[in-house]
């Protein structure tokens, strides 16, 4: 069965530091890995997703992710943090059991703190 | 730009009423998806759709029913309300097989 484990509920860096945000996944067939965002009060955003292409992906707002099939991670990165990035992030695997209705499956999430 | 709307951001219901929430896409997705959030337990899937008038458990479907006469709108039901449904609920919707969902900004319900 396919799962998410975000290693950390909450994350605090400072401005300007590397981002880091820890995902592990369990899938037993080649998986499409998403990282959503959260802010206050709003729904979650697609910050960027993996689908077997590159393994190095990019995303919105300076973010990336690289796909590590050996350490079955999907670790989540930005080089300098900004206190706009302040939010809950995703991460989030297909389940293949359900192709027709691509249900994914989620992580607990992260919380990301900026100090300024 | 692909656009989820729910019908309300906050709403107050009491013990035992019976509450609709209502979810409504305009990019033809075939699949439909509701979720409640709580702190430290992530999305969970409530129900799911993947045409009209189809529909699917989830993860936690109990004390919830779900609508899809239409392929734009998935609507979520809660027979009798109760305390422990209060909570944060997210709709979303995809195209199938892209596995890419669009959130809605959610409806923050209490039940009093």
């Known amino acids: 069965a396919q799962s998410v484990t975000q290693l950390g509920s909450h994350v605090s860096v400072s401005e300007g530091a590397l981002v880091l945000l820890r995902c592990n996944y369990s899938?037993?067939?080649?998986?499409?890995l998403f990282w959503y965002v959260q802010y206050p009060n709003q729904g979650l955003q697609l910050l960027l997703k993996?689908?077997?292409?590159?393994?190095l992906v990019k995303g919105i707002n300076g973010f990336e992710a690289e796909f590590k099939k050996s350490e079955t991670s999907f670790h989540l990165t930005k080089p300098s943090a900004h206190m706009s990035d302040a939010a809950e992030y995703f991460c989030a695997v297909s389940d293949p059991g359900y192709s027709s209705a691509s249900k994914i499956i989620f992580g607990s999430g992260t919380r990301l703190s900026i100090r300024p | 730009d692909v656009k989820v709307t729910q019908s309300s951001r906050y709403l107050v219901k009491r013990t035992g009423e019976k509450v609709f929430l209502e979810c409504v896409q305009d990019?033809?997705?075939?699949?439909m998806f509701w979720y409640r959030q709580d702190p430290g337990l992530g999305l969970r899937l409530i129900y799911f759709s993947y045409d009209v008038k189809m529909k699917e458990k989830g993860d936690i479907p109990e004390g919830y029913s779900v609508s899809r006469e239409k392929k734009e709108r998935f609507s979520l039901i809660l027979e009798s309300a109760s305390t422990n449904q209060t909570s944060m609920y997210l709709c979303a919707s995809s195209f199938p097989q892209t596995y890419e969902q669009y959130f809605g900004p959610g409806t923050r319900l209490t039940v009093t």
């Open positions: 990019m033809d997705h075939e699949n």
């Open positions: 993996y689908t077997s292409a590159a393994t």
């Open positions: 899938s037993s067939v080649p998986p499409y």
